[in-house]
T-cell receptor, first 112, second 116 residues
Framework: AQSVAQPEDQVNVAEGNPLTVKCTYS??????LFWYVQYPNRGLQFLLK??????LVKGSYGFEAEFNKSQTSFHLKKPSALVSDSALYFC??????????FGAGTTVTVRA | GAVVSQHPSRVICKSGTSVKIECRSL??????MFWYRQFPKQSLMLMAT?????????EQGVEKDKFLINHASLTLSTLTVTSAHPEDSSFYIC????????????FGPGTRLTVL
């Protein structure tokens, strides 16, 4: 079965500092990996995805993620965090039936 | 593009009543819609997969007689919580994919259900 793990429940950073949200995956075959962000009482917003191609994926709002096959990781990064980036972030993996399996989520708090 | 709406955004009902939640794809045809349930500060749990014109496929442990799903058209899927009880209180989110992109699911804004 496909799965992802987000080892950190919370990440706290100061505004302007780099932000990293970790995700590792376990799949059979080629991974289809996604990052979503959720603001309170809202649905999920798509940030970026890895299907194939370059290991460094650029997405919305200045976010990027690096696919690392040897470490089975897909960490989300932003070079300079904003207070408005404070939200709940989910890593997800898609199976052949297009179903998404989500990680437990990581709450990001960016302090001014 | 790729807008998915849900209605209502919030609903409060009495125990024992039924509640219908609509999920619409506004600018594309959704061949498949998914329904998720999310408890506070927790991840999304897939409840069922809904394909237009066919019966929904439910995940293990989800009561299909309690959570009725109808995907009557390529732009509309409904989730009806029958005989709702307080333990059904949750945040329900739908997603869709289809003619716009088969590599990406587009999520609705969610519906907060509170059963008194």
């Amino acid at each position: 079965a496909q799965s992802v793990a987000q080892p950190e429940d919370q990440v706290n950073v100061a505004e302007g500092n780099p932000l990293t949200v970790k995700c590792t995956y376990s799949v059979s075959g080629n991974p289809y990996l996604f990052w979503y962000v959720q603001y309170p009482n809202r649905g999920l917003q798509f940030l970026l995805k890895y299907i194939t191609g370059d290991n460094l994926v650029k997405g919305s709002y200045g976010f990027e993620a690096e696919f690392n096959k040897s470490q089975t990781s897909f960490h989300l990064k932003k070079p300079s965090a904003l207070v408005s980036d404070s939200a709940l972030y989910f890593c997800a993996v898609r199976d052949n039936d297009y179903k998404l399996s989500f990680g437990a989520g990581t709450t990001v708090t960016v302090r001014a | 593009g790729a807008v998915v709406s849900q209605h209502p955004s919030r609903v409060i009902c009495k125990s024992g009543t039924s509640v219908k939640i609509e999920c619409r794809s506004l600018d594309f045809q959704a061949t498949t819609m998914f329904w998720y349930r999310q408890f506070p500060k927790q991840s999304l749990m897939l409840m069922a997969t809904s394909n237009e014109g066919s019966k929904a496929t439910y995940e293990q442990g989800v009561e299909k007689d309690k959570f009725l799903i109808n995907h009557a058209s390529l732009t509309l899927s409904t989730l009806t919580v029958t005989s709702a009880h307080p333990e059904d209180s949750s945040f329900y989110i739908c997603s869709a994919y289809g003619t716009l992109s088969y590599n990406e699911q587009f999520f609705g804004p969610g519906t907060r259900l509170t059963v008194l």
